[in-house]
């Protein structure tokens, strides 16, 4: 089993930047794909960025020149930089791991872009 612990929501001014993290922990023998999802409630949860364990990474257009996702592998994390936040990044941001067979889903983190 295979368990995604994400951090680093919040409460940010427009213009303002998080980092969020996704740890993934359990019975890793391969990390191959891991991405970043938002959700609205009554939406359909769609792409932010994804990152392959070649390092090739694809962005949503909103997210593009704005989000940056990177990746460590000995510790098993991906991340989110966002910059340039705006109040329509407002989401619950899901963190998501393909393993060979398997896909994973973290809890989610709010980010709440306000003034």
């Known amino acids: 089993q295979v368990q995604l612990a994400e951090s680093g929501g919040g409460l940010v001014q427009p213009g303002g930047s998080l980092r969020l993290s996704c740890e993934a922990s359990?019975?890793?023998?391969?990390?191959?794909?891991l991405g970043w999802y938002r959700q609205a409630p009554g939406k359909q949860r769609e792409r932010v960025a994804v990152?392959?364990?070649?390092?090739?990474?694809n962005y949503a257009y909103a997210a593009k020149d704005r989000f940056t996702i990177s990746r460590n592998n000995a510790n098993k994390t991906v991340y989110l930089q966002m910059n340039s936040l705006r109040p329509e990044d407002t989401d619950v941001y899901y963190c998501?791991?393909?393993?060979?067979?398997?896909?994973?889903w973290g809890q989610g983190t709010q980010v709440t872009v306000s003034s």
């Open positions: 998501n791991a393909r393993l060979t067979g398997n896909e994973y």
């Open positions: 359990g019975t890793i023998v391969r990390l191959n794909a």
């Open positions: 990152i392959s364990s070649m390092v090739t990474t």
